[in-house]
Nanobody
């Protein structure tokens, strides 16, 4: 059974940066696409960034130009570099891949 484990969340000041990491383990990981989503209480989970197997990427409108997704396919890892963070980026960030979700990591941006 595939497991995804995120790390790198935390508290950062407005305008700061964080780097999230996610590693897949267990089972057979068919990680053609991997990505990051986020969710705040009372709202639907939304796309942050997606990395396709062909190298293309897709970003949510609110993070374009600030966040960068990258992958290490050999290690079944995906990363999210988040720069110029804003309070509205505060959320639980989830890693996704192989139809599996991670447990989430909290990102809090203070004003």
């Amino acid at each position: 059974q595939v497991r995804l484990e995120e790390s790198g969340g935390g508290l950062v000041q407005n305008g700061g940066s964080l780097r999230l990491s996610c590693v897949a383990s267990g089972g057979v990981f068919r990680g053609n696409n991997m990505g990051w989503y986020r969710q705040t209480e009372g709202k639907q989970r939304e796309l942050v960034a997606l990395s396709y197997d062909n190298g293309n990427t897709l970003y949510g409108d609110s993070v374009k130009g600030r966040f960068t997704i990258s992958r290490d396919k050999a290690k079944n890892m995906v990363f999210l570099q988040m720069n110029s963070l804003k309070p509205e980026d505060t959320a639980v960030y989830y890693c996704w891949g192989s139809n599996t979700w991670g447990q989430g990591t909290q990102v809090t941006v203070s004003t």
